[in-house]
């Protein structure tokens, strides 16, 4: 949202998704034809700007078409007055209230619901544009207005998120990094997305394409149920709290996966927010080492750097050093390389990051890695990177907002031919 | 009682919020199930963890899938995108934890 934020900054047009208008203008023929409707939360902080740039293609190609928006997650120009009225906007994590950090805040965006999309579609909408929503909610609003479901059917709504769940995140619900099994898992070069079938009661398949790579079992639906959840008892959505330790996951079939028995309990009376904030600045910078000895020269070589930045004076707020190919990934758990296997490492690339609130500490650091090549141990490339960038970090503030705040809004605009 | 590894026995897929890595670590045999549950504690994957995880682990048991879902908390050197590291989302932290060699009768 940060990203898009800067580009609404340069250009008022801008500052949502852009490949989204790019592929509707691929597929709105096949759309028109096959009476297929698209929900997206695609509008990024400019979902009318999406939608103009969606209803002129559509007026290019000569297809009439409904888009709706839904807005009013973007709560950024309400943050003072909230902060004013005592709503703390605490940070979830550290309990730390949002006024230490208000000076640097980029967004913030509540995540909607899926009623306001399911009204979208009441209304008429072809396509349905949103802003920050919750990613299951995509998924949960065809059901709402397709079944009719109420705001308080929590079993059916826990139903729905526990399927928009597992395929909010495409292609890992269909064999895509998937750990069981993948070396057996067909054509990832042409895998297919994730498609569910809903039944009113809340039975809900998951399958993909016939034709396509990839692979629906239960242990790819599996892993993806427990993707990014916390409490698996209490998934909390803003529509209601799902339970996923009543869900049953059973195979139906080829690449057809059947999700029964999901309970839910009543929505919270919060939105989750996500606030995006300017955190200071980062860098890494990484060379090749290669055999013999390429562990070793890649350990002097962080000795050398840490020499070279003391001598200069430089003050991080941290620095980290690690060995791909060595122990990058899995750190303690892995150990040092065994002995036995050091002198064989092929190569070893000493990645070397660096963060501060000081952005001239981050810069002079990133003009140390070239000279390393020419001044410490031998045998070393990644020259051809080039100096390392200085990035602004952005980080993450999540905090819940409560529901009386925030109005979301449909609105149905109809393309001019 | 053998010592089996953890990925002879289980899958997993793991990632993160803010600072914080979730594993979901699911059985590859229901009978297995209750091996994980009595070997794979918190503790022993908090200690598993030295050095990578600072904060608590926090296991959940879903056995309606076989599976159990970890919390390790303080574990992504500040998460997302404030982190230095190569793997800021702790996506590979899935395999790390089926490194472990647990007893099996």
Redesign the interface.
């Known amino acids: 949202m940060s990203v898009l934020q800067k580009q609404r900054a340069r250009d008022p047009k801008l500052g949502y998704a852009r490949d989204f208008v790019d592929m509707i203008a691929r597929v709105l023929p096949d759309l028109r034809d096959r009476r297929i409707r698209v929900i997206a939360n695609a509008g990024g902080i400019n979902p009318l700007g999406c939608k103009d740039a969606v209803i002129d293609v559509a007026r290019r190609q000569g297809i009439p078409v409904k888009v709706a928006t839904v807005m009013g997650d973007d709560i950024l120009p309400s943050i003072d007055d909230l902060l004013a009225r005592g709503i703390e906007l605490k940070n979830m994590?550290t309990g730390e209230p949002l006024s230490a950090v208000r000076a640097h805040v980029q967004s913030a965006n509540a995540y909607i619901g899926a009623f306001p999309l399911a009204e979208a579609l009441g209304q008429g909408a072809d396509i349905v544009i949103t802003g920050r929503c919750a990613d299951a909610a995509l998924a949960v609003a065809p059901m709402i207005h397709e079944f009719g479901w109420k705001k308080d059917d929590w079993d059916k709504l826990s139903a729905g998120i526990v399927a928009g769940h597992v395929i909010e995140c495409g292609a890992q619900a269909t064999g895509g990094?998937?750990?069981?099994d993948w070396e057996t898992i067909p054509n990832l070069a042409d895998i297919g997305y994730p498609i569910v079938e809903a039944e009113p009661d809340g039975t809900c398949v998951v399958t993909k394409h016939a034709g396509t790579g990839g692979r629906v079992s239960v242990?790819s639906v599996?892993?993806?149920?427990?993707?990014?959840?916390?409490?698996?008892?209490s998934y909390i959505t803003p529509d209601v709290v799902a339970d996923?330790?009543?869900?049953?996951?059973t195979a139906a079939g080829a690449d057809r996966v059947r999700l029964t028995?999901a309970k839910g309990k009543p929505a919270t009376e919060f939105y989750k927010a996500s606030i995006s904030y300017a955190?200071g600045f980062?860098a890494?910078g990484q060379m090749v080492y290669a055999w013999p000895d390429a562990y070793m020269k890649a350990r002097a070589a962080e000795k050398i750097l840490r020499a070279r930045l003391d001598r200069l004076g430089l003050r991080f707020d941290?620095?980290?050093v690690?060995f791909?190919g060595a122990n990058?990934?899995?750190?303690?758990?892995?150990a040092e390389p065994a002995p036995d296997i050091v002198p064989y490492l092929p190569e070893v690339v000493l990645?070397f990051?660096?963060?501060s609130e000081n952005k001239a500490a981050v810069d002079r650091f990133t003009r140390e890695i070239a000279p390393l090549a020419l001044n410490g141990p031998p045998v070393v490339s990644g020259l051809g990177l080039g100096r390392p960038r200085v990035e602004e970090?952005?980080?993450?503030w999540?905090a819940l907002i409560p529901k009386s705040e925030v109005k979301p809004e449909v609105t149905l605009w109809q393309s001019a031919n | 009682m053998a010592k089996r590894k953890l990925i002879e026995l289980a899958h997993a897929r793991s990632g993160d919020k803010g600072d914080m890595s979730n594993i979901g670590l699911i059985a590859r045999k229901p009978e297995y199930y209750p091996i994980l549950v009595r070997e794979v504690t918190a503790e022993r994957v908090k200690n598993h963890f030295t050095g990578v995880c600072l904060g608590k682990v926090e296991r959940f048991e879903i056995p309606n899938l076989g599976a159990m879902n970890f919390l390790l908390h303080e574990a992504l050197d500040g998460g997302g995108t404030v982190a230095l590291k190569a793997d800021p989302q702790g996506k590979t932290y899935s395999s790390a934890l089926l490194r472990m060699e647990i007893d099996v009768d």
């Open positions: 994590d990094n998937c750990q069981a242990e599996k892993e993806q149920l427990l993707y990014e959840i916390g409490d698996p008892s996923f330790t009543t869900v049953q996951v028995g955190a980062k890494m941290a620095i980290r690690e791909l990058a990934c899995h750190g303690v758990a892995a990645r990051g660096v963060r970090i952005v980080a993450f999540p």
